[in-house]
């Protein structure tokens, strides 16, 4: 009897606190399909590599019961990504990597209609960083001389960013305003083929992401004048931060993921698991410190909060360069 | 030589009994991916990444590769056999590699798209073993002007073909860019053409919609119209006498076979074009120089060899630009390129430095993959023959269905499927009225690419249109495009030059 009590009592104990250490997410809800992991920009930019390192960590590590399939909706500034995800509204299975335009687009454009206030905060993954960046062959090794050389270039002088209205126009504003420049912004789609019109000389300058530079970078075609971030990049120790140059300007994207608006608390719970999980691995933070980002793992009200701060600080931004 | 040791160390990577075992199931894998409309390369391999954990990283992209390569040939299958196109890239090889199945050469076709494959893919990666380097810089001094001359010519190789009815021929390449240009405006991101504020068309009007409309679902309607509900059987056949035969005859596609591989690797090294706009182009320049440009669409060989010889050279050509700027060339290679971030291996100039044993091995592989992926697919050709022999009452269903499956399998959206029916029945009325049905979807292949570097291109030079004509590689090209386009005007010259003794309303 004694024994018995005890093979009954033992499973007992493990299967409850199996239950309460691994929280919801098993007894609760699990994906009944492959989930949609949408990504805001176009291929091999920044945000699309991060969201294929995700996707592979989950499959990796199986953190997920059902694979998460990448599909990327550059459009519009990312604006084909929200109206999709709106659309999605009470879907469990669709989930999205955002990065600024996130704030910027529904700004903007109020006609598509997105409240972003309303998606599901799953997490907030990094902050990415911003540095300035010129070609090798142009000689310009510091701001000074940047400044110089846009000058007298006028509006010939072209920046190549990812979109119109989004993080690289507003940099490059900042920059025309702080320094009386006349830089002429040209979009392209997605991050990628931004550095790489700086590498082919296209473009005279451009605002990467350091993982979009890296490669460029790294063989050497590419500088790294400026960051726009709060200290010295220990990737890049050689260029300063624009707030020792006297100019106190801190700029980061988000790195994150949102599920579609009125997601059931159930899956935003699983998902929020997921990518805590994912932020957890050494893949992730071996990557974000490769990549110079920063920031911790942020969810629920918490990123809520974050965003409208956010949101706020970019509808002074946008309505300070008269995009609304 | 330095470059034939890297090789010869790829080699001894590539021949690992796990790498070889890799490749060879990658490409039997990626045939049947292939041939599946609807489940394309991309699909294939975002589905089997995860698959890839079991093996080491190098094992693990060359297989992935494989499935890419074998796609490559697979495309060409449905598209011959069933007149769906398998995958985007296989769009053009439908329009001659459908009339011959129907003249019962399904099994000549096959052959001619299998070898034209494989010596586009060998070709390739032979480019690509000795010029990568220079070639990547080919790829840097692409910008939006470059871009756009490119897809000018593009469009000249399809409309200065002469022979065609040129008004007709405008017709369809206008309705083709009207359709390109529905959806989000890429620069300023502003709705256009969403007709009726259905949500559908904001992602806008997705080609393989329209190629799977109008060549699945039209095609199938010719046919029910044309056989009069009796019960037909196609007379493909196949043994192995006529497939020795075929591959004797592969002499006469040659021409075809060589231009398409080189003209589709140089397409694929660019990093916004891969291998649809390549293997389109591919057709119409083989139209341009053959000796029969009007038996092209109706069945000739030639316009089965050179797209699959392009989409091939173009599948390898867009690793470059992946490999060596970290810029993917193909929706594929962004998947591809995305494996490869997880095991560390970053894409970028500095790959073939720090990397080379990974990169050596994975070009060894290409070389390897397609042997295999031209074995396989003969091997199969038997096979695919006796679906064709199905009688059409029980055929029929199955394309409606994978027409069907095909259209909603890349978005996941209805709208897309009463689109397809929608082209489909458009289509069909559009051949019965003599349109050419193969410049509209060029256009809605090309209309965004031209269109999205021509305003970048306008947006450098504030508006000057002398940007495409100053530069030293897009000068060229837009000259070359020019000439093409003025091409049937001269014809026509000419012939009113001549006193015509000919009777009028001959074929030029």
Redesign the interface.
């Known amino acids: 009897m004694k024994t018995l009590c005890k093979t009954a009592v033992v499973p007992a104990v493990v299967i409850v606190v199996a239950l309460v250490f691994s929280g919801i997410a098993v007894a609760g809800w699990e994906p009944k399909k492959p989930v ?1 992991f949408i990504i805001m920009a176009g ?2 930019g920044g945000a ?2 991060m ?3 995700m ?3 989950i ?2 590590h199986k953190l997920a019961s059902k ?1 998460f ?2 599909i ?2 550059p ?3 990312g ?2 990504a929200l ?2 995800l709106k ?1 999605k509204t009470g879907d469990d299975h669709t989930i999205m990597v955002t990065l600024n335009s996130f704030y910027t ?1 529904p700004l ?2 109020p ?1 598509l209609g997105v409240d972003v206030m309303t998606f599901a905060p799953i997490g907030r993954m990094a902050e990415d960083t911003f540095l300035l960046w010129v070609h090798k062959d142009t000689g310009i090794m510091n701001v000074d001389d940047f400044v110089k050389a846009a000058k007298s270039a006028g ?1 010939k002088w ?1 920046m190549a960013g990812t ?3 989004q993080e690289d126009q507003l940099l490059t504003n900042f920059l025309n305003k702080a320094y009386g420049l006349d830089m ?1 912004y ?4 997605g991050g ?2 931004v ?3 700086l ?2 000389k ?1 473009a005279n300058s451009t605002v990467n992401n350091p993982s979009e530079q ?3 970078y ?2 050497g ?1 590419t500088v790294p004048l400026a960051a726009f971030t709060q200290d010295r990049l220990p990737l890049f120790a050689n260029a300063p931060t624009f707030r020792e140059l006297g100019k106190d300007f801190v700029y980061f994207m988000q790195r994150s993921v949102v599920g579609a608006p009125g997601m059931s608390k159930e899956a935003e719970e699983y998902y929020r698991n997921v990518f805590k999980k994912v932020f957890q691995t050494e ?1 992730w933070q071996g990557y974000m410190k490769k990549k110079s980002l920063q920031g911790e793992f942020l969810t629920g009200s918490d990123l809520k909060a974050y965003w409208k701060r956010e949101k706020d600080i970019h509808e002074t931004m946008l309505k300070d360069i008269g995009e609304i | 030589m330095e470059i034939l040791d890297h090789l010869i160390q790829g080699f001894a990577i590539a021949f690992q009994p796990l790498n070889l075992g890799l490749v060879i199931f990658g490409c039997a894998l990626g045939l049947f991916i292939g041939a599946m409309p609807g489940l394309g390369s991309v699909n294939g391999v ?2 089997l ?2 698959m890839t ?1 079991l093996v080491p990283p190098t094992g693990a992209i060359i297989f992935l590769a494989a499935i890419y390569y074998g796609a490559m040939y697979g495309g060409a299958i449905s598209s011959i056999m069933l007149g769906i196109p398998g995958a985007s890239t296989a769009v053009a090889t439908t329009f001659d590699g459908r009339p011959m199945a129907l003249q019962g050469l399904a099994d000549k076709a096959l052959i001619t798209a299998a070898t034209a494959s494989f010596v586009g893919g060998t070709i390739s990666v032979i480019l690509f073993t000795l010029f990568a380097p220079p070639l990547a810089a080919v ?6 002007a470059e871009e756009f001359a490119l897809m000018m010519l593009a469009f000249a190789t399809f409309i200065g073909l002469g022979g065609d009815d040129i008004p007709k021929t405008l017709f369809s390449i206008f309705i083709g860019l009207v359709f390109s240009a529905v ?9 256009r053409l969403i007709f009726a504020d259905i ?1 559908g068309f ?3 009007i997705n080609f393989l919609v329209l190629a799977i409309g109008i060549y699945g679902i039209g095609e199938m309607l010719w046919t029910i119209e044309s056989s009069k509900g009796d019960v037909q059987i196609s007379q493909a056949t196949v043994t192995v006498r006529r497939i020795i035969d075929d591959l004797r005859t592969f002499k006469h596609t040659i021409k075809a076979t060589v231009m398409g591989s080189f003209l589709g690797y140089f397409v694929g090294i660019l ?2 074009a891969g291998a649809t706009p390549g293997s389109l182009m591919a057709y119409g320049v083989a139209k341009t120089i053959s000796k029969h440009p009007e038996s092209f669409g109706k069945g000739n060989p030639e316009g089965v060899a050179a797209p699959e010889a392009a989409n091939n050279a173009a599948s390898t050509g867009s690793m470059l ?1 992946m490999l060596t ?4 060339g193909s ?1 594929t290679t ?2 591809l ?3 490869m ?2 095991w560390g291996l ?6 073939f430095i720090e990397h080379q044993e990974f990169v050596w091995g994975l070009i060894a592989s290409l070389y390897v993959a397609n042997v295999f992926s031209l074995l396989i697919n003969v091997a199969f050709i038997p096979a695919f023959i006796w679906v064709l022999r199905l009688p059409f009452t029980i055929l029929a269903p199955i394309i409606f269905v994978l027409c069907i499956v095909g259209g909603y399998a890349p978005t ?1 959206d209805m709208h897309d499927v009463w689109l397809i029916l929608i082209f489909g029945v458009v289509g069909y009325l559009m051949r019965k009225l003599e349109y050419p049905l193969a410049p509209a979807v060029l256009a809605i292949v090309l209309g965004p690419l031209a269109e ?1 570097s021509m305003r ?1 291109a306008l ?2 030079s ?1 508006g000057s249109f002398m940007v495409f004509f100053e530069r030293p590689i897009s000068g060229p090209i837009m000259v070359t495009a020019m000439v093409l386009f003025l091409l049937p005007v001269f014809a026509w010259m000419k012939g009113k030059l001549r006193s015509r003794p000919a009777p009028p309303g001959e074929e030029q």
């Open positions: 949609d291929k091999g699309d590599k969201a294929r390192l996707q592979s960590v499959e990796k694979p399939i990448p990327n909706k459009g519009g500034s604006a084909e109206v999709h659309q687009t903007r454009q006609g509006n072209i979109g119109k209205g002429k040209v979009p392209f789609k990628g083929r550095a790489k019109e590498a082919g296209h890296l490669g460029f790294e063989a075609n893949e | 975002a589905i990444l995860p954990f790829a840097l001094a692409f910008g939006a959806g989000l405006d890429i620069i300023s991101g502003q709705p949500p904001l992602h806008g990093p916004a630009p700027l970290g810029i993917p929706p962004a998947i390129l995305g494996g971030v997880i970053e894409p970028g100039p500095m790959l996941q999205t970048q947006l450098i504030n």
